[in-house]
């Protein structure tokens, strides 16, 4: 191999290296923020420093005139209820079967594991974390959903987290081509969003709730990220 060829080869790996690096500090910076703010946030509503923000926003949500209906047209509100179905518990359960059993025909055994270890774990975490704060759902305005747990974190938008960022960055993983793997992520992150914002328009959860849920979700989200990295390096050295 001539020089140049030798200088371009160690070019391109120095390159890869600086995007592993970079990716690695990002995902480490949201896991560390993540937590941070669900801590600030989980203190702030147990001792109910939050309240006033939280029923402001759900009234500023909502048409006093109109019986205190939500604001905006009839199609908004039944968009809304579409879009939380997405961050439920039959869609998640069904997506993560499909997933699952798609990893299993291609034989990727590893990352089978991996996803059902990341949504149960995650699954269990947002029960725990319910009872252990025991925050009661908003009682400010009407709710147009039967709900029947507790509020905090929103379960909705912490699994909305968890399983579509999670399956994100497992597909991210196996495309090359970055403009693609953002495009991946950016749908991930879209629809925890509107999954989040769709608790609060229809009266289901505090804002904080919501917040609190992308917080946990997102960090839980990162250090499944973190783990199946290292293990996928391991496995590399190792074979």
């Known amino acids: 191999?001539?020089?140049?060829?030798?200088?371009?080869?160690?070019?391109?790996?120095?390159?890869?290296?600086?995007?592993?690096?970079?990716s690695i500090l990002?995902?480490?910076?949201?896991?560390?923020?993540?937590?941070?703010?669900?801590?600030?946030?989980?203190?702030?509503?147990?001792?109910?420093?939050?309240?006033?923000?939280?029923e402001w926003v759900l009234t500023a949500l909502r048409d006093?005139?109109?019986?205190?209906?939500?604001?905006?047209?009839?199609?908004?509100e039944e968009a809304m209820i579409d879009i939380t179905a997405l961050g439920g518990g039959t869609v998640m359960f069904l997506i993560t079967a499909i997933?699952?059993?798609?990893?299993?025909?291609?034989?990727?055994?590893?990352s089978m594991w991996f996803v059902l270890?990341?949504?149960?774990?995650?699954?269990?975490?947002?029960?725990w974390l319910k009872e252990l704060i025991g925050r009661d759902r908003p009682?400010?305005?009407?709710?147009?959903?039967?709900?029947?747990?507790?509020?905090?974190?929103?379960?909705?938008?912490?699994?909305?987290?968890?399983?579509?960022?999670?399956?994100?960055?497992?597909?991210?993983?196996?495309?090359?081509?970055?403009?693609?793997?953002?495009?991946?992520?950016?749908v991930a992150l879209f629809l925890s969003f509107i999954i989040g914002f769709s608790r609060v328009y229809l009266g289901v959860h505090y804002p904080t709730d919501v917040i609190g849920g992308w917080a946990v979700g997102s960090a839980w989200a990162c250090l499944c990220w973190m783990i199946a990295r290292t293990i996928q390096k391991r496995k590399k050295v190792n074979s």
Request: aromatic residues 10%; proline residues 3%.
């Open 139 to 186: 009682t400010v305005v009407i709710h147009l959903l039967k709900v029947t747990s507790l509020s905090f974190p929103s379960g909705h938008s912490m699994m909305s987290a968890v399983v579509y960022l999670t399956q994100a960055s497992l597909l991210a993983r196996i495309e090359s081509v970055r403009r693609i793997k953002i495009y991946i992520i950016s």
């Open 26 to 54: 990002i995902v480490s910076f949201v896991m560390i923020f993540g937590i941070w703010l669900f801590i600030l946030i989980s203190e702030a509503v147990v001792h109910g420093s939050t309240k006033s923000f939280d």
């Open 1 to 22: 191999m001539d020089a140049p060829s030798r200088f371009l080869k160690l070019k391109n790996e120095m390159k890869e290296l600086a995007h592993k690096e970079v």
């Open 117 to 127: 270890a990341a949504t149960i774990g995650g699954t269990l975490l947002s029960f």
């Open 99 to 110: 997933v699952v059993l798609f990893l299993i025909l291609k034989k990727e055994y590893q």
């Open 64 to 76: 006093m005139k109109k019986e205190g209906m939500p604001k905006g047209p009839v199609w908004l």
